[in-house]
């Protein structure tokens, strides 16, 4: 079985560029969940995908945004960048049609941006 | 507005003593909640979950609706047990997790 695999692992971009970071959810999984967390805060939710449809949205602006893929991949794209978004992105995969049993996460990736 | 509080952001206890860390939440339903834990250099990971009533690595945490609070108990702290402790709520119909700030516990030898 494997796990949650985010890449890359660090990346630095300049302000009003754009990101895409990619996540391969756990085998079996078919419900992805991207979190910012800023150094020193809890996760804080950004979206969620089931069968490859956004699945709930937190306080974050529409240039963050997102895909999955029918392997159930996927990615978090962050347009126009600003100095805020600089934070740990974390990606999370369930199975949902079942008990929730919480999600695995992966390491993350750590976005600077400059 | 559905909320997780965690008072401290550091715990510092000796080996062998008790442990309690706190959770608040505020939220009208019924929540489901859950302890998460990140050990130095490794990621997040589940602890345990309210509704499997439980004791993992020798915590435990019941969830008083009363007092809206899920504290985290280990009667006898070990070394292995430093680490950031999250507690996180899930709302019944939605799979948005809300976490607190984080405490940071620290057993001393």
């Known amino acids: 079985e494997t796990g949650v695999t985010q890449s890359p692992t660090h990346l630095i971009k300049t302000r009003g560029q754009q990101v895409t970071l990619r996540c391969s959810s756990q085998?079996?999984?078919?419900?992805v969940s991207w979190y910012q967390q800023a150094l020193g805060q809890g996760p804080q939710f950004i979206f969620q995908y089931y069968r490859e449809e956004e699945n709930g949205r937190g306080n974050f602006p529409p240039r963050f945004s997102g895909l999955q893929f029918p392997n159930y991949s996927s990615e978090l794209n962050v347009n126009a960048l600003e100095l805020d978004d600089s934070a740990l992105y974390l990606c999370?995969?369930?199975?949902?049609?079942?008990?929730?049993?919480?999600?695995?996460f992966g390491s993350g990736t750590r976005l600077t941006v400059v | 507005a559905q909320r997780v509080t965690q008072p401290e952001k550091l715990l510092s206890v000796f080996k062998g003593a008790p442990v309690e860390l706190k959770c608040n939440y505020s939220y009208s339903g019924s929540p489901e909640l859950f302890w998460y834990v990140q050990y130095s250099r490794q990621r997040l990971q589940l602890l345990l979950r309210h509704i499997s009533r439980e004791s993992i690595k020798g915590f435990t945490a019941d969830l008083n609706k009363g007092e809206t609070s899920f504290h985290l108990k280990k009667p006898f702290a070990q070394e292995e047990d430093s680490a950031m402790y999250y507690c996180a709520l899930k709302r019944s119909n939605t799979g948005k997790l809300i976490f607190g700030q984080g405490t940071t516990l620290q057993v001393k030898p």
């Open positions: 085998s079996g999984h078919n419900t």
């Open positions: 999370a995969s369930s199975y949902r049609d079942r008990v929730f049993f919480g999600y695995t």
